[in-house]
């Protein structure tokens, strides 16, 4: 009789501890939904940002190569090595023009970066800020203060400052990546990341 009684109790106990966790799960999700919330305050939307003041970032391609003019280059990639795109598994190319890549599928074409130390007449701009190859981090710290302080880690930390911003006031994966000199006295190269 006992031990009926004390497996009774610990049976007690272990509902109760379960109903605790459950509680406390919620909670998280509340936390992290909240989380998301401040996450999301600081963005550079996608739809309103322009490359030189004119090119959207999801353009026509005839359109764009009327405004930068011929491509330098036009790379079918090794679809084998590609695991994302803004094209969603449909067969793109990338198409360069200096200091500027962008996916291809028929006249849709896509930024994925720009790099500044290829072509310094190059900007990109937004209702926010203007970025270029004489932006400083100090500069991009005056807008996206909580973005600039969260440098992200990775194998080239010695050489580059990276920080990354969201691409839209709700929750996405997409990012934009700005990579900065060590001493982030220059802005080298802004990148479109999706994540694998």
């Known amino acids: 009789m006992k031990y ?8 007690g106990l272990g509902c109760k501890q379960n109903a605790k966790q459950a509680e406390s799960k919620k909670t998280d ?4 939904s909240s989380a998301d ?33 011929k491509p330098d280059s036009v790379v079918t990639p090794d679809y084998d090595n590609i695991s994302v ?39 990109f701009t937004s209702d926010k800020i203007r970025l270029s190859h004489r932006t400083t981090l100090a500069d991009f710290k005056a807008v996206f203060p909580k973005a600039a302080d969260n440098e992200l880690s990775g194998t080239d930390v010695d050489k580059y400052l990276v920080v990354s911003l ?12 700005f990579w900065f000199s060590r001493d982030g006295e220059k802005l080298l190269k802004i990148e479109y990341f999706i994540p694998d």
Do not use: C, P
């Open 4 to 11: 009926l009684l004390g497996i009774i109790v610990l049976l």
């Open 85 to 123: 795109s803004y094209f969603n598994g449909e067969k793109f190319k990338y198409v360069y023009y200096k200091g500027l890549q962008f996916e291809v599928v028929n006249d849709s074409l896509a930024f994925t970066q720009i790099d500044f130390r290829e072509d310094t007449a190059l900007y």
């Open 37 to 69: 919330t401040v996450r999301s305050s600081e963005y550079l939307d996608w739809h309103k940002v322009k490359l030189n003041g004119s090119i959207t970032m999801l353009s026509s391609f005839k359109a764009t190569s009327q405004n930068l003019g």
């Open 29 to 32: 999700s509340i936390a992290s």
């Open 166 to 177: 969201d691409v839209a006031k709700s929750s996405m994966e997409d990012k934009w990546m």
